[in-house]
């Protein structure tokens, strides 16, 4: 029986040898919208990694459609840079595609000097926190023309096909939405009059390209805006843009204002295929699911149940850009998934810089990070098995060494276990499993369950040492925090131990956060039970809602400072937070706690004080760098290195570049 995720398909004229697209995902590489090395180089690595179809962007359409770090579509002086990237995908096997879009009122006057964005009406957005100017119909027109401009610049750059994206919250669903256009013209208020503007986009680009040449259009399935288009408005929006033209589609996810978590690690693998699904029984075209994909498995499924025709699969080409080879190849346990995080591909965007990847560290830096063989090959030893230590061993041997992996504890993953505890973070123990994974494919000989000390660095007589011991965490200097019913948030996440129904939480961070969260699950349905009750309508919507989210125990989490989840990305915090909220957990900031006793906390905020009744008092109070082998490597005169937590407190995403720096540096 034939892989479905390997069968060819054609798009318009275009033939796609496989089903994996790689969708356009803000990268953050381009430079004064001139296409870069870099930009190139990271493509170019996913097109050699087996994608069937790669599609970069999104390209701006004029002046006013993004920023200088977009890729350029808007003038001639861009397609010579377009030209190379198309070639370099192309050279590997891949069919290339540019998005064009517009922004919108989600632009920022930051990028436009001082100009404010542009939208159908003059309706702020909180995405952005400004209020855009309202297009005339004259400008309208010119931005029509403008799409038709930059495609023909896509045909002639070499692409394959071009791609139009019309959702997501940018210009063209602007258009769409009632929530952002309340025009009395013949571009507002009846469906008909909202969806004019795509429909003379579509009509733009297809003069421009000719009726041979695919274009595909990016929609949403459902916008998840309060009010706002809904998953059968949008099928009706999938059926006129087919009908204008349009000779696939590829089905995304929500706003980015919207409230629905749409790609972090508490999102089900696969759960938006039910949005693909509703579009692909109302038209005739391919269409591709996308968001939270990461696995050739769960897309494979997807297919074969009948929900899509094809699966984007980005950030997962970020982690791995050659899971499609390894998944061809019947490799598919070497894949290293993305796990969701966005804290190198998300966040980094809001800091204006280039996309990189926690599990990939090679991620948007293909040449420079290439590890080459060492000049003489060593013995190295790691200390610790956690997500630096075991980055550091797979570069080292990457290095040409042979490396030596101890950890003190019987299983590889250190922190990431403590991370994947909490409810929607299962996702962290696949990165652990993943990079166990990497040192078994390497062949590293790795002993569990046995500290490094001098006998061991007498046995095995190691050129060098990686230090990534990791860190431990810290108890502060409060009455009654040595009481029996006073636990650390590691032993609790950990399931080390067990908590009364009178919980409170101290330390509001992300460990507490979690540490929170985790606890406020205690008691809640399964997913397998929810649909079990509601399938059987054993209980209302509304009362299925509560035992979902309302576990048995009362969890109170304490912060010293003005606000929790400080320390969180801000792709994931939003979410975090909210769930605390859904979740019943009462949250005191502003907070110090003055003592802990056998029945409760003591806190005072301001010169209020009060009293909070606890069976459990849970310690997240940080940690500090765990390194007990320096001294011993020193007397020894062995060189090492010091990663991760051992080295100075930081997130995974720190420790897994640092150990693989360390590694490939040897």
């Known amino acids: 029986m034939t892989d479905p995720l390997f ?8 033939e796609v040898k496989n089903r994996i697209v790689m969708p356009a995902m803000h990268l953050n590489m381009a430079k004064d919208f001139q296409v870069t090395p870099r930009l190139v180089e990271f493509y170019e690595e996913r097109a050699k990694g087996g994608a069937g179809m790669i599609v970069v962007g999104f390209a701006t359409v004029d002046d006013l459609a993004g920023s200088s770090l977009n890729i350029g579509a808007h003038k001639d002086e861009f ?6 990237l198309a070639a370099a995908i192309g050279r590997h096997g891949a069919m290339s595609a540019v998005q064009l879009n517009h922004a919108g009122r989600y632009n920022f006057s930051f990028f436009l000097n001082g100009k404010p964005p542009v939208a159908p009406s003059p309706i702020a957005s909180r995405l952005t926190k400004e209020t855009p100017r309202q297009l005339t119909e004259e400008e309208i027109r010119e931005v029509v023309a403008s799409f038709g401009r930059a495609a023909g610049r896509v045909k002639r750059a070499g692409f394959d096909a071009v791609e139009v994206l019309c959702g997501t919250g940018y210009l063209i669903s602007e258009f769409l939405s009632p929530l952002t256009n309340h025009r009395t013209d013949d571009y507002g208020g009846s469906f008909d009059n909202r969806t004019r503007f795509a429909r003379q986009v579509i009509a733009s680009v297809r003069a421009a390209v000719g009726p041979e040449y695919p274009v595909v259009a990016r929609m949403n399935g459902n916008d998840f805006m309060p009010e706002g288009q809904g998953r059968r408005d949008l099928g009706r929006f999938a059926e006129v843009l087919v009908g204008v033209g ?14 629905v978590p749409q790609i972090v690690s508490e999102v089900p693998r696969g759960v938006f295929g039910y949005l693909a699904r509703s579009v692909k029984e109302r038209v005739n075209v391919p269409v591709i699911a996308s968001h939270r994909i990461n696995d050739p498995a769960v897309a494979r499924q997807m297919m074969e149940d009948g929900l899509c025709d094809m699966v984007a699969m980005g950030r997962s080409l970020i982690a791995d850009p050659y899971l499609p080879a390894k998944a061809a190849a019947g490799r598919e346990t070497e894949i290293v998934h993305c796990i969701g995080c966005a804290q190198g591909c998300f966040d980094h965007l809001f800091e204006l810089k280039p996309v990189a990847c926690l599990c990939n560290p090679r991620a948007g830096r293909e040449r420079e ?7 003489r090959p060593m013995k190295v030893l790691v200390a610790g098995g956690g997500p630096a230590g075991m980055s550091a061993a797979a570069a080292a041997v990457d290095r040409g060494h042979e490396v030596v992996l101890y950890e003190a504890g019987s299983r590889l993953g250190g922190q990431l ?7 929607g973070r299962g996702e ?3 990165l652990a499993e993943d990079l166990a994974r990497q040192l078994t494919i390497r062949e590293v000989r790795v002993m569990l369950d046995r500290m490094v000390d001098e006998a ?12 990534a011991t990791g860190a431990r965490p810290v108890t502060p200097a409060v009455p009654g925090a040595d009481l029996p019913h006073v636990l650390q ?8 131990s067990r908590t009364g129904q009178k919980v409170v939480v101290v330390g509001g961070g992300a460990v507490g956060v979690e540490t929170a969260l985790f606890l406020a699950a205690k008691g809640t349905l399964t997913a397998e039970a929810l649909k079990f009750l509601f399938v059987n309508r054993a209980e209302t919507a509304e009362d299925l809602y509560e035992l979902s989210v309302r576990g048995t125990k009362d969890v109170v989490l304490v912060e010293m400072i003005d606000r929790v989840g400080a320390d969180i990305g801000k792709s994931t915090r939003w979410a975090m937070l909210q769930h605390l909220k859904q979740s019943g957990v009462s949250v005191r900031t502003d907070a110090r706690v003055e003592q802990i006793s056998k029945n409760g906390v003591r806190i005072v905020a301001g010169d209020n004080a009060e009293e909070i009744a606890a069976d459990s008092v849970v310690l997240a109070l940080g940690a500090s760098p765990y390194n007990p082998l320096q001294s011993l490597v020193e007397k020894r005169c062995i060189p090492f290195q010091l990663v991760g937590d051992a080295r100075s407190l930081a997130k995974a995403f720190d420790a897994i570049h640092q150990g693989f720096e360390a590694g490939r540096s040897l």
């Open 456 to 467: 061991v660095l007498e046995t095995e007589r190691p050129d060098a040492v990686i230090l």
């Open 7 to 14: 069968e060819p398909i054609r798009i318009n004229r275009m």
């Open 489 to 496: 948030a590691w032993d609790v996440l950990g399931g080390r």
């Open 246 to 259: 349009v000779d696939a589609l590829c089905i995304n996810v929500g706003w980015h204002e919207a409230r």
């Open 79 to 84: 397609i010579a840079g377009l030209s190379e």
């Open 369 to 375: 990070a290439i590890v080459e063989k060492a000049p």
């Open 417 to 423: 276990h403590l991370a994947a505890a909490p409810p």
């Open 428 to 430: 962290f123990a696949q």
